[in-house]
């Protein structure tokens, strides 16, 4: 069935790119910007959810405004007796919601920090049809002054980009993140090569790719191949963890390796046969990511 919808969407996108071109990068855009998954439903998908519904139960729940509506936030505190006073938020990627990031919201309160978890824009909880990296960093900077300021952030595929543009600060946000360190988990690097790869699966023919790809660098105020994590770690000094499967088939592990490269403060933490999903769970990961946060913050961040 999914095989089928993909195949239809490709024959239409293919049609409109040589009727239509503007109108269908258009449409591409807005398809772009609604969260979905290509793997779709599954029982482990739910099992995931229904585990994390059962832990965020404890948690405080807020809704902080956010563009016209909310992002639902969740606030976890550790033990009294173990808390640092240093706040952790999470991020999680495209088409998953907080629930996802249970693992490393457990290992960092154990930990003794304080975590922040939240629905992006258009996910779970959270309000809104359509997202994209630029609204999800607003949503991230309305979480962190809710609830900071931030040790860290800890954030996953799609999280990573958005987490990147918060802490860049550059049009079309108003002004940067402060916040002390940063783990990228399975993180893209350039914008670009996510809009080639959506054009390649849904068929875009090249005039409609640039017409797509326009009226998202529009929605930014910023030419997409501004739009690197890489570029915008490398004008940093701030201490940052890039996490990374050689075997993720979303998220070429090429990504991690400029990633890794870009700043002076980076840590690399190569990992095997963990996909792009696993990674999430895996406990070399999680202990990886909390060991990194425990040391202290960068000075003046």
Known sequence: MKSLALKAMR????????MAPRTTGR????????????MGPNAKKQQVIEAGRQLFAGAESRRVPHAGGH??????????????GETIAVVHGWANQAYFMRAFIEGLRTAGFRVVAFDLPAHG?????????FDGARALQAVAAAFGPLHGIVAYSFGGAVTAFAVDGKPPLAAPLM???????????????ITRRFGAMTGLGRAAQSAFEKALSS???RALDELKVSAMLAQSDRPVLVVHSRDDREIPFADAERLAGAGSATEFAPMERLGHRRILYAPEVIGRVVAFMQKPAAPGL
């Not at 992002?71 to 640092?84: G, I, L, N, S």
Request: aromatic residues 10%.
């Open 11 to 18: 024959t239409g996108f293919q049609l409109g790119s040589a």
């Open 27 to 38: 449409i591409a855009l807005r398809l772009f910007r609604k969260p979905f998954d290509p």
């Open 71 to 84: 992002v639902q936030a969740y606030h976890f505190r550790p033990k009294p007796e173990d808390d640092r």
């Open 125 to 133: 909880d959270s309000t809104g049809a359509e997202t994209d990296p």
């Open 179 to 193: 916040v002390g360190r940063l783990a990228f988990v399975s993180a893209p690097d350039a914008i670009v090569d």
């Open 219 to 221: 929605r930014g105020g």
